[in-house]
């Protein structure tokens, strides 16, 4: 499985990007999607994820409202809508996956279960 991301890059503050992920080598309707995001010397943190069946999502605290989390399992995409940007958004985003057996289930926040990472795409936010 490849993941390759991609739509980062430098917006000011109260903008927008849209991250988009593609996967190669399997079908994406059987993985779960996640973004996670890592600034410079912090630990890599969950930011949203979408179950198999694009039914169920969840973010994290400091991104609800903002960010959209979507997929189309016929692009073998998943995309992250980002808006109302803020400075400490600035970090690199993480597409990740893995395997969900049930189309139905609630997907996992926790990286220790994404199986399937991508290279990461920065997004700067300047003040």
């Known amino acids: 499985v490849q993941l390759q991301a991609s739509g980062g890059g430098l917006v000011q503050a109260g903008g927008s990007l849209r991250l988009s992920c593609v996967m190669s080598?399997?079908?994406?309707?059987?993985?779960?999607m996640g973004w996670f995001r890592q600034a410079p010397e912090k630990e890599r943190e969950f930011v949203a994820v979408i179950n198999r069946g694009g039914g169920i999502t969840e973010y994290a605290d400091h991104v609800k409202g903002r960010f959209t989390i979507s997929r189309r399992n016929a692009d073998n995409s998943v995309y992250l809508q980002m808006n109302s940007l803020k400075p400490e958004d600035t970090a690199v985003y993480y597409c990740?996956?893995?395997?969900?057996?049930?189309?139905?289930?609630?997907?996992?926040?926790?990286?220790?279960?994404?199986?399937?990472w991508g290279q990461g795409t920065l997004v700067t936010v300047s003040s």
């Open positions: 080598g399997r079908t994406l309707n059987q993985y779960a």
């Open positions: 990740a996956g893995y395997y969900q057996r049930l189309y139905y289930a609630q997907p996992t926040t926790s990286p220790d279960q994404y199986g399937n």
